[in-house]
């Protein structure tokens, strides 16, 4: 198994920006699908963000279309999360997520590795 460190969260106002980086260590980066989930006090982790082993695929949840942008670089075992136009709903701990995508990627039960999360906070 991969394993994951995020970094990059903290404080921002509505309508800031943040970049959450994740950096991977043994396994093999490059043949791992990446995803980005989310879990706000109360509530269940949630889909983010995924993209494919080669980069070429990118997934969203519905709430954050048109608003975060995933990425990777497999040189430096490293993926993204370009967050833009941050909502106080948007506050949680953010989770970077490895795995082998079966069937689907949205799904958290396709994800074998986890890190241990950064907390986001958006002040309204």
């Known amino acids: 198994q991969v394993q994951l460190v995020e970094s990059g969260g903290g404080l921002v106002p509505a309508g800031g920006s943040l970049s959450l980086s994740c950096a991977a260590s043994g396994g093999t980066f490059s043949r791992y699908a990446m995803g980005w989930f989310r879990q706000a006090p109360g509530k269940e982790r949630g889909f983010v963000a995924a993209?494919?082993?080669?980069?070429?695929?990118?997934y969203y949840g519905d709430s954050v279309k048109g608003r975060f942008t995933i990425s990777r670089d497999n040189a430096k075992k490293t993926v993204y999360l370009q967050m833009n136009s941050l909502k106080p709903e948007d506050a949680a701990v953010y989770y970077c997520a490895a795995g082998y995508i079966r069937k689907d990627y949205y799904s958290i039960y396709e994800y074998d590795s986890w890190g241990q999360g950064t907390q986001v906070t958006v002040s309204s």
């Open positions: 993209i494919s082993w080669s980069g070429r695929n990118t």
